[in-house]
């Protein structure tokens, strides 16, 4: 045999052995993380999935129509916790050692939450496989009492290492859970100014903490406990979080909540490893850590989502199914039409005038009898669609229990409101503070610092008289100091009266049709940020 010819005759084979081995590494980079392949040739010594979600608020069933709103141009259906369940168990399957952690705002915020102070979503919850979640501003929104009567009904912990009853610990603050063969430390903080970003009122009783404090116990408390890695399942906003874990060692993963941020990948600060998964049921994150010599090596972090319902988990479905009719029945009545789309786009009503925002605080200072209206943007959450315009939909934009309240105070601290209102502009995640208005207008200069933005205040056509005393019609949560608004403390109450989404509703049907448009209630110059 002619060994050249014999050498050329495997020429062919060696290319297709090549391109097969080319193609296969491409395949193992592009659907399978390159990390679980280095775990599997003994590269880690262990691993941990993680599966996350957060500010959920009471999203008990699938929604097409108002997904959740994280930058302008982005819109993510709301699965509701049904197919959140489905995706979960899908990824549980392939990643038998798992965690499944909530980082808070679970239990308030739509019409099926308000069925019997969030029965139905504490049903789905002790459904869902949750090991743990963290207690969240709005889970007090229907009292600390309900919170407290809410966390014995729950098959998993309520974290929180720094809220407080009377001074005394009132919710879990560590707990370490064994999974295969890693010990694992979980601990809760909650936003320390809760109290100014609660819907509910006069929990004197209930405090909080400083979080750097509480955190520093915590991991003190768990390393003790031989834990092979620290999980911080916060709900104080990943601002916080940063400056926390840059004053705080030890953890190994921050799971992100308050602000409701969508991370596409983890943010490392240190050793720490911080993700957020979105919110409104649009997400479920999965935090992959991987273990070497005992530490945890390396995260990576991912997203899952789906409108492919036949994932349902039909339990939750069942119990969904349930408290969305009851929710609908309350709800059936039609209270008005629209042929424009009302927006309460989150990103839009916490950083300029929308047509939905003129609507509600028009029907506020015409239920108030008030000069003005003034309401804060982040109690606004979704939108209505054009068309008849039932009861169960007024109660989507505006889920929380607040009532209208008309004050009397002068025109000086109406000017300092909106001027507060417009610290955090234009980050519409976290300005719920944003002030919409109704019987004047304003302008501020977007370039300028926060405090130095206001430019002008007018009320027919003329500047708002500083000195003089006007009716001001607004609700409970900012007259008793919500989102850290002082300007109301000294005004005179005149009068309390209905929710605010029964307000809305009285206003439709007296008005019938409407079909708002933006007047320039609220303008901006000089537009450094967009």
């Given at each position: ?10 020429k062919p084979?060696?290319a297709v052995v090549?391109l ?21 040739a ?14 959920m608020?009471?999203n008990?069933v699938?929604?097409?129509v ?19 369940k489905g995706?979960?168990d ?9 965690l499944?952690?909530d ?7 739509t ?9 139905g979503?504490?049903?789905a919850?002790?459904?869902m496989?949750?090991?743990a979640?963290a207690a969240?501003?709005?889970d ?8 407290s ?26 707990i370490?859970k064994?999974?295969?063969?890693l010990?694992?430390?979980l601990?809760g903080?909650?936003?320390?100014d ?5 819907n ?21 408390e768990?390393k003790?406990?031989?834990v092979d890695?620290i999980i911080?399942?916060?709900h104080?906003g990943d601002?916080?979080?940063k400056?926390l ?7 190994d ?7 409701h ?11 720490t ?9 649009t ?11 005992g ?10 989502q789906s ?14 199914d349930?408290?969305?009719?009851i ?7 039609v ?5 424009e789309?009302?927006?309460?786009m989150?990103?839009?009503v916490?950083?300029e005038e929308?047509?939905l ?13 008030a ?9 606004i959450?979704?939108?209505i ?10 109660g ?5 229990v ?5 004050v009397?105070?002068k ?12 610290r ?7 300005n ?7 019987g004047?207008a304003?302008s ?13 205040v007018?009320?027919d056509?003329q ?5 003089k ?8 949560y900012?007259?008793a100091?919500?989102d850290?608004y ?7 109450k ?5 929710l ?6 009285a206003?439709?049907k007296?008005q019938?049709?409407?079909n ?5 209630r609220?303008q ?7």
């Open positions: 045999m002619n060994p050249q010819a014999t050498k050329r005759s495997y084979l060696i090549v097969l081995l080319a193609a296969l590494g491409y395949l193992t980079y592009r659907f399978a993380p390159l990390e679980d392949w280095k775990w599997k003994g590269l880690y010594d262990d691993k941990l999935a993680v599966l996350s979600t957060a500010d608020h009471g008990l699938y929604n097409e108002n997904g959740g709103y994280y930058t302008l141009d982005e819109v993510n259906v709301e699965m509701g916790m049904p197919l959140i995706i979960a899908e990824i549980r399957a392939k990643n038998p050692n798992s499944f952690l980082s808070g705002d679970m239990f308030h915020g019409n099926e939450a308000n069925v019997e102070e969030a029965k979503i504490v049903e919850a002790n459904l496989g949750y090991d979640m969240g501003n709005h007090f929104d229907f009292g600390y009492k309900r919170l009567e809410i966390e014995k009904e729950l098959k998993f912990p309520i974290l929180s290492a720094n809220a407080r009853y009377k001074g005394e610990p009132t919710f879990t603050g560590t370490v064994q999974v295969g063969s010990k694992i430390g601990f903080l909650t936003v320390p809760s109290l100014s970003n609660m509910v009122f006069g929990e004197t009783d209930v405090t909080f903490t400083d979080p750097e404090e509480a955190a520093l116990k915590s991991i003190a768990l003790r406990q031989g890695a911080l399942v916060s104080l601002d916080l979080d400056e874990v840059k004053k705080v060692p030890g953890i993963l921050v799971l992100c909540g308050h602000h941020w969508l991370y596409k990948k983890p943010v490392k600060i240190g050793d490893y911080l993700v957020e998964a979105g919110s409104y049921t997400h479920v994150g999965l935090a992959e850590l991987y273990f070497k010599n530490k945890v090596k390396t995260v990576k972090w991912s997203l899952h409108t492919d319902r036949s994932k349902t988990d039909k339990q939750v479905a069942a119990v969904a349930r408290y969305h009719e929710a609908l029945e309350a709800g059936k009545a209270v008005g039409r629209t042929d789309d009302l927006d309460g989150r990103t839009h916490r950083t929308t047509n925002a003129d609507l509600i605080t028009d029907a506020m200072r015409s239920e108030g009898k000069d003005l209206a003034l309401l804060n943007g982040g109690g959450r979704e939108s669609g054009k068309g008849d315009i039932r009861l169960y939909d007024v989507k934009p505006l889920p929380f607040n009532s209208l309240m008309t009397e105070m025109g000086e601290k109406v000017y300092e409101a909106i001027e507060r209102g417009l955090a502009w234009p980050y519409g995640s976290s719920g503070g944003f002030l919409q208005v109704s004047i304003y501020f200069d977007g370039s300028k610092p926060a405090g130095k933005r206001l430019v002008s007018t009320k056509g500047p708002l008289d500083k000195d005393l006007y009716k001001v019609a607004t609700n409970d900012l007259v100091g919500g850290e002082e300007e109301f403390k000294d005004a005179r005149l009068s309390k009266g209905a605010l989404r029964d307000v809305l509703a206003y439709l007296q019938g049709a409407v708002p448009k933006t007047e320039g609220i901006v110059i000089n537009q450094r940020y967009q």
